[in-house]
């Protein structure tokens, strides 16, 4: 059920949200995210990252093959996307 095409996916999705972001928030820049927990993300990161994922997730849903009842691998990818800022975000509240 859940084979190597889910695993890249998995691994497509949280770099491509890194990467996005990252970028997005070195061009853009704009208002930060959290300030307090995570002083360099920006909303312009933050959104990147999303539409990234987004990007990811059409890609694989339409070449990889990979099937979410509802066609949802956009959405799932996103969420996922989420999800893994959250984790970056509590990464940077333990540092702090």
């Known amino acids: 059920l859940y084979g190597f095409e889910w695993i890249l996916w998995l691994i497509g999705v949280v770099v491509v949200t890194d990467v996005a972001g990252y970028f997005a928030g070195r061009l853009v820049g704009g208002p930060k995210f ?3 927990v995570s002083p360099k993300k920006t909303w312009a990161g933050t959104t990147a990252g999303w539409l990234g ?20 691998i956009v959405l799932l990818s996103v969420l996922l996307s989420v999800a893994s800022q959250m984790g970056d975000i509590a990464e940077s509240a333990l540092k702090r």
């Open 34 to 36: 959290w300030p307090r």
């Open 53 to 72: 994922a987004a990007l990811v997730g059409a890609a694989f849903g339409a070449w990889g093959g990979l099937i979410v009842p509802g066609g949802g």
